[in-house]
């Protein structure tokens, strides 16, 4: 299922289990616990009648990467979409839809290495690796002419909320949206994992620690039946988090249904987050 971290194997609390991941994570494999990258693309913005551009770039580190823009003529935003662990950008497209009608912005998304048609292999995935993807999609970005007088927020789920918090720290959005995201990787593996030392992870991802850098304004998007990450950890970010900042929370979601459970009022509140940046100066 897309969306689905650390945690992919439904939660067993058993010795053998925790023995199991924990050989993994000491044979320094722990990306194979963590990154489900597939790579055939099911579909595109054209199967949801969206006009679409095809888009390659360099990361950061030179590795060759591939996105779509889905461009709204008059758009006053690009969305830039910081993707989860699992699947590729062709399992967004219902969402990007959603995004695009009824938020009138542009939408760029694309892959991390190993994912879809960008280059390199599940080996070649790390928190590093997945901060050089985020840096030369952004920097690519802002190098397009046709998008230079649209401003910048950072849409991350899940895992991508921690590429999109990293990213956020040294070359700031207007805005930033972390959705179903946790505190640190190590925190919600300890959730799903509790027999597991933790003490030889070497994947970090430790954004409720960053937050407190950030100075742009935050939304945080939480189901309180989100199975994978629990609710507590969103109000822990939001807790560390400086001003402005909003939390919403939608009763009944899940980890992966968020914007079909939250139906109106998930759009809505993306909306009001945008009308609100617009109050903002047009330096950011």
């Known amino acids: 299922m897309v969306g689905t971290m650390l945690w992919r194997v439904p939660l067993l609390a058993s010795v053998s289990l925790a023995g ?4 993994i994570m000491i044979l320094g494999l722990e990306k194979f616990a963590l990154y489900f990258p597939e790579r055939q693309l099911d579909a595109t913005p054209q199967s949801v009648g969206l006009v679409y ?3 390659w770039f360099a990361a950061a580190d030179g590795v060759k990467l591939h996105g779509w823009l ?19 950008i062709s399992h967004r497209v219902s969402n990007i839809g ?9 939408v760029f998304i694309f892959d991390y290495r190993g994912y879809g048609q960008s ?9 590093e690796a997945t901060y050089r993807d985020a840096e030369g999609a952004v920097a690519y970005l802002r190098s397009r002419r046709d998008l230079a007088g649209t401003r910048f927020v950072y849409f991350g789920r899940s895992l991508g909320a921690a590429v999109a918090v990293e990213l956020t720290r040294h070359d700031p959005p207007a805005g930033l ?14 959730v799903h994992y509790p027999f597991v030392p933790l003490f030889f992870l070497q ?4 954004t409720v620690h960053k937050l407190p850098e950030i100075r742009v304004p935050i939304l945080i998007l939480h189901g309180d039946q989100d199975e994978v990450v629990p609710l507590e950890q969103a109000e822990r970010l939001y807790a560390a988090a400086n001003e402005p900042k909003t939390l919403h929370v939608i009763h009944g979601a899940r980890h992966n249904d968020t914007y079909v459970v939250g139906g109106t009022k998930y759009f809505d509140v993306w909306a009001q987050f945008l009308q609100s940046l ?7």
């Open 98 to 106: 959603y995004l695009h009608r009824l938020l009138r912005t542009n």
């Open 20 to 23: 199991i991941l924990g050989a």
């Open 177 to 190: 949206i972390l959705e179903t995201t946790f505190s640190t990787l190590k925190d919600v593996a300890r």
């Open 278 to 284: 617009d109050r903002l100066p047009n330096d950011l």
């Open 119 to 127: 280059q390199g292999g599940r080996f070649s995935l790390s928190e």
């Open 53 to 55: 551009e095809d888009v």
């Open 203 to 206: 994947t970090k991802y430790e």
């Open 70 to 88: 889905v461009p709204a003529p008059g758009a006053r935003f690009t969305v830039v979409w910081f993707h989860g662990n699992a699947g590729n």
